[in-house]
């Protein structure tokens, strides 16, 4: 595609739901990123995949945070018993090639709310 | 771990004027420093990137300066419009070479 895509847009549920945010990166990219964005706060990393394994964890919160790629092309986070505090806009970027100087585009992201 | 620091938070300037946002980083292993723009509910888009093997990168208006020793790095977007404003964040790669280490951001207000 164009850009990134990532669905949904917004999404609001109660806590201790399970939720499962999706990330489509820019076709040909290889290495993918989910970053959280709280409000007024910069981005904090969360996870790096090269193709279909992630070689950088070191950025999910919990264990209730887990993501996966397949066919090294889409990616999904899962928050498993969502709290308060997962509240934020969850960012997907992608790059051509994975490890540093690259430059990473990003997705407009989802937008989620734990009521 | 690699830290970014960013500063100003806020940046007000009248249109025309020049504006300046300082950041500094602490591995000095890092060789990418990228700039984002973000507007408000927008994605971050980035607006000019610097390696480690260069130590100024211009694009129109929009400047950056690196300063390898001294672990600092600087926008500079001259001749500031409205459309402008926005929150501008920089970034430097993380020990790993994995993801991007972002500053706070800085709000920058230009005013006509």
């Known amino acids: 595609g164009a850009g990134v895509s990532q669905s949904p847009s917004n999404k609001v549920t109660e806590k201790g739901k399970d939720v499962e945010l999706r990330c489509d990166p820019i076709?040909?990219?290889?290495?993918l990123y989910w970053y959280r964005q709280s409000l007024g706060q910069g981005l904090e990393f969360l996870i790096y995949?090269?193709?279909?394994?992630?070689?950088?964890k070191s950025g999910l919160p919990s264990d209730r945070f887990s993501a996966e790629r397949t066919g090294g092309s889409v990616s999904t986070l899962t928050i498993q018993r969502t709290q308060q505090e997962d509240s934020a806009v969850y960012l997907c970027a992608s790059s051509s090639q994975g490890g540093n100087n690259q430059p990473q585009h990003f997705g407009d992201g989802t937008r989620l709310s734990i009521l | 771990g690699e830290n970014v620091e960013q500063h100003p938070s806020t940046l007000s300037v009248q249109e025309g004027d020049s504006a300046v946002i300082k950041c500094t980083y602490s591995?000095?292993?890092?060789?990418?420093f990228p700039w984002y723009k973000q507007e408000l509910g927008k994605r971050p888009q980035l607006i000019i990137d610097?390696?480690?093997?260069?130590g100024e990168k211009k694009d129109q208006r929009i400047a950056v300066t690196l300063n390898k020793t001294a672990k600092h790095f600087s926008l500079h977007i001259t001749e500031t419009q409205p459309e402008d404003s926005a929150v501008y964040f920089c970034a430097a790669v993380n020990q790993a070479g994995t993801a991007l280490i972002f500053g706070k951001g800085t709000t920058l207000s230009v005013s006509s």
């Open positions: 591995d000095s292993a890092s060789n990418y």
């Open positions: 995949f090269q193709g279909n394994s992630a070689p950088d």
């Open positions: 076709s040909g990219h290889t290495a």
């Open positions: 610097i390696r480690s093997n260069v």
